[in-house]
């Protein structure tokens, strides 16, 4: 049986007249009912931008995993920790079909509206429903590339750009946007050792207070919806800091920067390693989607161009030193001794910060982090040059521009 959240293609055929009325009215029930919904391949790499940048529904304190997977293998690694009370999950599955079959899902939960500015007092979530709180449904989606009928193989950047695609199309059916978007490679180990200073109140001082209270109650809601207390807490952690510190993009430890000392708890930093690195809805027009430009010599590029574009976000890529990557498997993928090189026809960075675009080169963080007198990124923070030239990508030639095209 194919799960009813498995994402697919369809190609139509010629039938009699009968048999068109009686497809016509299934059709009809399909989207009725929700079941699924589709990605037709003359949708790829299309105007993603469309869907983006729309103010018309809320933002609540919730996550999506955007996850680039190998097989069956890769996802079954996360069947107990995703979905869960602050998250959901999409798969791209590209070497074999993949199914949602053995994944704990946790129980409904209210979720709060969330901006920067939202009290952080307020609980993220509720088990009962009050006002400002939306009832969200923890899910699995999986994208097979086999099904996608393509008239090619997806590389690296256009996979990702698809998964970025499918989280904006369902935003609109559902009628309410996340938090974040976390893009990961699906083939990377996470550990968060220090999680235990923060469950514990009188050991929990400074920075850390900043997450800790939304941490204990998201973990003991999680342990509770599940039915179970051994639960690996690193991605309910993540998503606490995320949703308490607001950057407008973060990453975590173990990725090739370096932390400043020890205990530091948060750095701001230039690179924006691509296993996994988390952006604030709002900052998604800045950064994405990907440039496929370079995809036939370097894979490489795509990620070095979304840093680029990042420094219309300067000072607001975090990353958060209690959780680190511990392993990843590399595979054979096409790149180039220097990811840097690349066209100067792009408008990717900003007149104000051409002085950092060498420098960025070289240099991996910008400073360490006091989080606690960190108020957060928002929309209001981004300068008229990028709002006004550096805002939207054309996906045909990775052009920026103001507006789009």
């Known amino acids: 049986m194919i799960p009813d959240r498995l994402?697919?293609?369809?190609?139509?055929?010629?039938?009699?007249?009968?048999?068109?009325?009686?497809?016509?009215?299934?059709?009809?029930?399909?989207?009725?009912y929700n079941l699924r919904y589709s990605i037709c391949s003359k949708?790829?790499?299309?105007?993603?931008?469309?869907?983006?940048?729309?103010?018309?529904?809320?933002?609540?304190?919730?996550?999506?995993?955007?996850?680039?997977?190998?097989?069956?293998?890769?996802?079954?690694?996360?069947?107990?920790?995703?979905?869960?009370?602050?998250?959901?999950?999409?798969?791209?599955?590209?070497?074999e079909n993949c199914f949602n079959t053995n994944f704990s899902m946790p129980s409904s939960?209210?979720?709060?509206?969330?901006?920067?500015?939202?009290?952080?007092?307020?609980?993220?979530?509720?088990?009962?429903s009050a006002s400002n709180y939306i009832l969200a449904h923890p899910r699995v989606f999986i994208i097979n590339e086999r099904q996608l009928n393509l008239s090619r193989k997806t590389t690296w950047t256009t996979a990702r750009n698809l998964l970025y695609e499918s989280a904006l199309i369902e935003e609109r059916r559902q009628g309410w946007r996340w938090a974040y978007f976390n893009f990961g490679d699906g083939d990377i180990d996470m550990v968060c050792p220090r999680y235990q200073k923060f469950l514990n109140a009188s050991h929990t001082n400074g920075d850390e207070l900043i997450v800790a209270h939304h941490f204990r109650s998201l973990l003991n809601i999680q342990q509770a919806s599940n039915n179970r207390t051994n639960i690996d807490p690193c991605f309910i952690f993540f998503d606490t800091f995320l949703l308490?510190?607001?950057?407008?993009?973060?990453?975590?430890?173990?990725?090739?920067?370096?932390?400043?000392?020890?205990?530091?708890?948060?750095q701001v930093v230039y690179h924006v390693d691509a296993m996994?690195?988390?952006?604030?809805?709002?900052?998604?027009?800045f950064v994405l989607p990907y440039c496929p430009r370079y995809d036939a010599s370097s894979w490489w590029k795509s990620q070095a161009i979304l840093i680029y574009r990042s420094l219309c976000l300067y000072g607001h890529a975090i990353q958060f030193n209690a959780i680190q990557i511990s392993a990843q498997k590399h595979r054979a993928y096409p790149?180039?001794?220097?990811?840097?090189?690349?066209?100067?026809?792009?408008?990717?960075?900003?007149?104000?910060?051409?002085?950092?675009?060498?420098?960025?080169?070289?240099?991996?963080?910008?400073?360490?982090?006091?989080?606690?007198?960190?108020?957060?990124?928002?929309?209001?923070?981004?300068?008229?040059?990028c709002r006004d030239h550096h805002r939207y990508v054309?996906?045909?030639?990775?052009?920026?521009?103001?507006k789009k095209k």
Not at 120 to 126: E, F, I, T, Y
């Open 109 to 128: 939960i209210y979720t709060a509206s969330w901006s920067r500015a939202a009290s952080k007092d307020q609980p993220l979530v509720r088990t009962n």
């Open 276 to 285: 996994f690195n988390a952006f604030h809805r709002d900052a998604l027009d």
């Open 7 to 32: 994402i697919t293609s369809f190609k139509h055929k010629p039938f009699h007249l009968c048999a068109l009325l009686s497809l016509f009215l299934l059709i009809s029930l399909f989207f009725t």
């Open 335 to 385: 790149h180039d001794s220097d990811s840097w090189k690349i066209d100067q026809d792009m408008n990717l960075v900003p007149l104000s910060f051409t002085s950092l675009k060498t420098y960025m080169k070289i240099e991996r963080i910008v400073s360490a982090l006091v989080l606690r007198h960190y108020s957060g990124w928002s929309l209001k923070l981004v300068s008229d040059e």
């Open 43 to 95: 949708h790829i790499l299309s105007d993603l931008t469309s869907f983006s940048s729309s103010k018309s529904i809320p933002t609540i304190a919730r996550v999506i995993y955007l996850l680039l997977c190998e097989n069956q293998a890769e996802i079954n690694a996360y069947i107990d920790v995703l979905p869960s009370i602050t998250a959901d999950v999409i798969f791209f599955c590209w070497k």
């Open 244 to 266: 308490s510190a607001s950057p407008a993009i973060d990453v975590i430890a173990g990725m090739g920067v370096p932390i400043l000392f020890d205990g530091l708890l948060t």
């Open 394 to 402: 054309n996906l045909v030639n990775c052009t920026v521009s103001g």
